[in-house]
T-cell receptor, first 110, second 113 residues
Framework: DAKTTQPPSMDCAEGRAANLPCNHS???????VYWYRQIHSQGPQYIIH???NNETNEMASLIITEDRKSSTLILPHATLRDTAVYYC???????????FGQGTRLTINP | DAGVIQSPRHEVTEMGQEVTLRCKPI?????LFWYRQTMMRGLELLIY????????DSGMPEDRFSAKMPNASFSTLKIQPSEPRDSAVYFC???????????FGPGTRLTVL
């Protein structure tokens, strides 16, 4: 699976949009981008995934650049409960593993 | 659905003892995964099953670790003998299909003294 690069930490004010970047410059054409998050002391939670088109669900939006070498996860109106470690993962569907890197520790401040 | 259920939530044991961690996946899910999380190594996949059959155990650290899935609603991860370096949080996850969302349990925090 392609490696991803994420900033180790970010801060965001409550109520603002949180934009979490992820670089995956070596992504191959059939690799999807997945996002999970892990709230302290809990198991990881799926957020969203996509191939090349932008995706949106009730939790977040995923913006993938046209060259697919980077993506941004957007939490439109961050709340304190969104404080968590966010993992960006690339993998081929049918691949054996989700490989979790170090992720981005997002802190939402009141 | 209650989600993925793991037991115990916390386990403290002494080096050399056998430890058994348990997992009940979400009903209807055909994939089950065991992960381990430590500060040093992050979240690592140990093994996963499809329809109760182990598919990939390449992440299992050594022969002291074994996992079984006797039926669709139950899996165990056993460490025998346990060592202090096995101290970690162990997560079980399940999914319907390999590529679909994985649902994680609350984890078992294992401390080996």
């Amino acid at each position: 699976d392609a490696k991803t690069t994420q900033p180790p930490s970010m801060d965001c004010a409550e109520g603002r949009a949180a934009n979490l970047p992820c670089n995956h410059s070596t992504i191959s054409g059939n690799e999807y981008v997945y996002w999970y998050r892990q709230i302290h002391s809990q198991g990881p939670q799926y957020i969203i995934h996509g191939l090349k088109n932008n995706e949106t669900n009730e939790m977040a939006s995923l913006i993938i650049t046209e060259d697919r070498k980077s993506s941004t996860l957007i939490l439109p109106h961050a709340t304190l409960r969104d404080t968590a470690v966010y993992y960006c993962i690339v993998r081929v569907p049918g691949a054996q593993k989700l490989v979790f890197g170090q992720g981005t520790r997002l802190t939402i401040n009141p | 659905d209650a989600g993925v259920i793991q037991s115990p939530r916390h386990e403290v044991t002494e080096m050399g003892q056998e430890v058994t961690l348990r997992c009940k996946p979400i009903s209807g899910h055909d994939y089950l995964f065991w992960y381990r999380q430590t500060m040093m190594r992050g979240l690592e996949l140990l093994i996963y099953f499809n329809n109760n059959v182990p598919i990939d155990d390449s992440g299992m650290p050594e022969d002291r670790f074994s996992a079984k899935m006797p039926n669709a609603s139950f899996s165990t991860l056993k460490i025998q003998p346990s060592e202090p370096r096995d101290s970690a949080v162990y997560f079980c996850a399940s999914s319907f299909g390999l590529d679909n969302e994985q649902f994680f349990g609350p984890g078992t925090r294992l401390t080996v003294l």
